[in-house]
């Protein structure tokens, strides 16, 4: 007897990157944040009320959205709250895509949005990559299609659209939705938020598990117009009444004031992220240039696939995927400058 309906026996679910508990690694795999959250943070969770927890969380997390409304110089209501950016990605799906719908995104980029896709019966519309690596978008303009997700910077590139570039193909496909996944902006710098209040069309999503380096509390957001937010409000009510929660709402709501924090954190990160490029490149990587708090690396002596193990073997993780086109690179998250000190020790040791 097998108990699984036939939808969870056909699917194909996305593969987290590794979190192994075997040793102690050096993790630069899945683009957490090398350094810790703002202190503030600490300071919430040391004076957290534990009988509060009695009660549910407020639902529609009004105190946090409203601190990310001022973080981000929007309204309240054109905020919405998930359970991670990916929740908020996931229910954009059924929020703006009908079943039998079409949704465009280019060939590479977050590979969730495909597993989303084919869960709530929409279509997809895929764009290959340019040679190099840039987005095609004159391709996915034409596309037949009724909106887009555009991962900016994308992953796992790390290329990043200039804002101008963004606004420009927003304002050429206005009567179909663009959903700006932002959740490696804040290394980068040309959030398109501001285009949310000119633009009905453009939602941009948000996360606090990489800039915020807040991976461990799940939550992530939307800005757009209110039109769009109450569509996700609309799913959000049909799935999970209280995603984030009270701890998450009083956690997020502190790192998001502490704008400074945020900001010094990612300015080391890209002093580093400009150190290891070099130092890849001149390994004889490949590297295209990066807008987020990873490179993507590859075409060296070895492909990925045997850097990937031969780094394990060393107690270091990076990120590989055994696909066509990835599986000659490898994913590596921007870590500390110790740890990407060792990191390019060990590929010199293994590259020789
Ligand atoms: C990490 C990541 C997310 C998911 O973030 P969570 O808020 O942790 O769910 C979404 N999109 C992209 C492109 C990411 O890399």
Redesign the pocket.
Same mark, same amino acid.
């Given at each position: 007897m097998n108990f699984l309906s036939r939808r969870a026996r056909a699917i194909a679910p996305y593969t987290a990157g590794e979190q192994p508990a075997d040793r102690k690694y050096i993790k630069l795999n899945t683009?957490e944040n090398p350094y810790p959250p703002s202190p503030r943070v600490q300071e919430v969770l040391r004076a957290f009320d534990a009988g509060t927890l009695r009660l549910y969380p407020r639902p529609d997390a009004d105190g946090l959205r409203a601190a990310i409304a001022r973080a981000e110089g929007v309204e309240e209501k054109n905020v919405f709250c998930g359970n /991670? %950016?990916?929740e908020v990605?996931a229910l954009s799906f059924p929020a703006f895509f009908d079943e039998g719908g079409t949704a465009c995104f280019a060939d590479l980029t977050?590979s969730f949005y495909e597993v989303f896709a084919a869960f709530f019966g929409v279509k997809t519309h895929i764009v290959p990559l340019k040679a190099d690596f840039s987005f095609d978008l004159a391709a996915m303009k034409n596309a037949d299609c009724a909106g887009y997700y555009l991962?900016n910077p994308n992953?796992p590139t790390g290329i990043a659209l200039p804002l101008s570039a963004v606004e420009n193909f927003v304002a050429s496909v206005k009567d179909r939705i663009v959903i700006a996944?932002e959740?490696?902006m804040d290394f980068f710098g040309e959030s398109a938020v501001p285009l949310t209040k000119k633009y009905k069309n453009l939602l941009v999503v948000k996360?606090? %598990?990489?800039s915020y380096s807040l991976?461990g509390i799940?939550c /992530?957001y939307a800005v757009g117009d209110e039109a769009l937010i109450s569509g996700l409000f609309r799913m959000k009510d049909c799935f999970n009444s209280y995603p984030v929660d009270a701890v998450a709402q009083a956690v997020c709501t502190a790192a998001v004031e502490d704008r400074d924090y945020r900001e010094q954190t990612a300015a080391l990160v890209k002093a580093e992220r400009t150190r290891l490029r070099e130092e890849l490149l001149a390994l004889g990587f490949t590297v295209p240039p990066s807008g987020a708090n990873f490179l993507f690396a590859g075409r060296a002596k070895k492909s990925g696939g045997e850097l990937y193990r031969a780094l394990k073997e060393e107690g270091v993780l990076v990120r590989y995927w055994e696909k066509p086109i990835l599986s000659d690179f490898l994913r590596i998250t921007v870590g500390t400058p110790e740890q990407n000190g060792v990191l390019i020790e060990k590929l010199k040791k293994i590259l020789q």
């Open positions: 683009n /991670g %950016s990916d990605l977050y991962c992953a996944d959740a490696y996360t606090f %598990s990489k991976a799940r /992530g």
